[in-house]
């Protein structure tokens, strides 16, 4: 097996497992990741010293948690303090973890995660077995008075969970972790050879000096007909610069093809913009170790009426932390923390820098609803974001949103030492990124809003449901009756609103069947019992019956209602979709002014779908 092989399968075999260990320690996704892959240019750098290595899981863990102390980590705040609405399950454990000593909690990591006997991982905390056993012992009483289990069995667990938090995590290639472990190695290699060569020719003129001079030949002057002629020398190439001129202008918004004009209302200064320019953001500029950092800002039209475009360019210090940073923003703006934000589409684009997204939105406050949209680019080490909100007027055509964004690439494509892209430019529909700890299940940004209803929706956590509590009457869902397994619901209401119904609010339960034809009989047997509840109960009516297309699947969607008096109806919007094995049940009971047509809900349904593929 060649080198670059077995460094592949050292990666993949130990990466996984590592960076659980080192997330654990630090309680930072980006932390850890950054961490864990200077352990990995580290064991490329020592390839041949590791081969002989006793443990080498133990010798990437002294280096990856060291490196997670550094200086230039030590100033963001634990991802668990940061998290608004996500880990939830998790945030107890980590803040416990963050209290520890540093040796206590690499001790209780070391020997409850990794499973290293107790001799041993003191010996690779540098702790005697004594100490060790009460270090442990300390760990596991502030464990209990955070109330958690603090038995053995119970720790490796709820450490081994934080696994979860990692799986919508970028994955660093080997190939590349490699190539920067052997740049540093030949680096350093150099280094040692200029060194050597030194000593060698301090040593020489030591020696000279200690020689008789001979005479020197007189000097003559140069003849004037033979004038001494310095060569001229190459400047050095210019570093290249960032300015606002790499930023688009007001005609680079006529793409966009709005009927008024743009006009430029501001520019700033580089790092003149500190407070969020958009709801999504938690800070700017979104790379916290940024060189420069522009926000410009146009408007087309006047009043409430009018669209406001924000262009923003970040340039972050290297190829690689600006691809941290493009990834950073997708992820923010993909699983929007801000209320009332619903996202409509998600697609990644191609030939536009060296990765690209485009996101479409609405989101409500109290002038109504805006259409919003957002594209993020990357090139070299610049990130790019437009963000178009259109309140009241429509949203702006994705193509045009696509190729404004192409050409603000092509301007500082050269500066950034990046792509500058190729057509064509297109955009293609993804599921977006699993933004929620719950996997496989909707979250608040994949349900709709409402004009006039600016209280948040607010998710419950998932939990085990024996009793589907997405079933009405009408259809009878039975999971557990029908032989599903891992059944689990959860609820989505927006409990801030005075003025709503009890009953408005959404549920969706998910369970997985043994194989697919049995999770297709069950779905056949909703159906019937849905096209039979008005012969069971006259004051239920199926309104609508549509089939539904979804990846790896099917399904159908429903409207029934409910009489309950003379003057009252209470509608119901179902769902009941199949992807592969697994089975999604989604029940929304809406309010009379609070209402989606038949499309956006089958949009929901959708969603469903495509988060099921997530799980």
Known sequence: MSRADAYAAFYREGRTRLLVQVYAFCGDTEVAQRALSDAYVAAAHHWRKLAGVRDPDAWMR?????????AQNQGRKPWYVR????????????HVLHALEPADRQLLIVRSLAGVDLSTAAREVGLTDEAAEASLQRSADRLRRAGTDPSPAAVTAALAGLRHDLTAEPVERASRLRREGNRRRHTHMALAGLLSLALVIGAGALTATRLPTPNAPEATAPTPDRPTVTPDRADPAPEP???????????????????????????????????????????????????????????SGTGSRRTVAVHALEVSRSADASDRNYRRLVKTYSGCLADNHQIE????????GDAGSLITMRYVDRRGIHDQQVAIAQSGTAVITWV????????????????????????????????????????????PPSVDRAKGFLTVVDLPVFAGLTDPWVATGPSTARINPAATDCDRADFAGAGAELIRARSFVV??????????????????????????????????????????????EVNADDPITVARGGGRTYEITLTTSESRTITFRMGLIRVGTQVAQITFTPSERFDVSPDEFDQVVQRAALRATQA
Request: hydrophobic share 40%; with cysteine; charged share 25%.
């Open 62 to 70: 002294e280096r990856a948690f060291r490196a997670t102390s550094r």
């Open 83 to 94: 998290a608004k609405r996500t880990a939830d399950e998790h945030r107890g454990l980590l």
């Open 241 to 299: 610069a960032f300015d606002t001129t790499e930023l688009s202008s007001v005609a680079d918004l006529r793409r966009l093809g709005l009927p008024r004009p743009w006009r430029l209302i501001e520019t700033s200064p580089d790092f003149g913009v500190t407070t969020p320019y958009d709801a999504c953001l938690p800070a700017v500029p979104s790379d916290p170790h940024a060189e420069h950092s522009w926000v410009r800002t146009f408007e």
């Open 345 to 352: 589409r998600y697609a990644a684009l191609r030939g536009v």
């Open 388 to 431: 178009i909100d259109a309140p009241t007027t429509g949203p702006v055509v994705g193509a045009r949103l696509v190729g404004l964004a192409a050409a603000s690439v092509r301007r500082v494509c050269a500066a950034a030492t990046g792509s500058c892209g190729r057509r064509p430019f297109t955009a293609v529909e993804q599921p």
């Open 495 to 540: 409990p801030d609103a005075e003025r709503l119904p009890d009953i408005f609010g959404m549920t969706q339960t998910v369970g997985r069947f043994g194989s697919v034809d049995a999770a297709n009989a069950f779905l056949d047997e909703v159906d019937a019992s849905v096209r039979g509840c008005s012969d069971r109960q006259i004051s239920l």
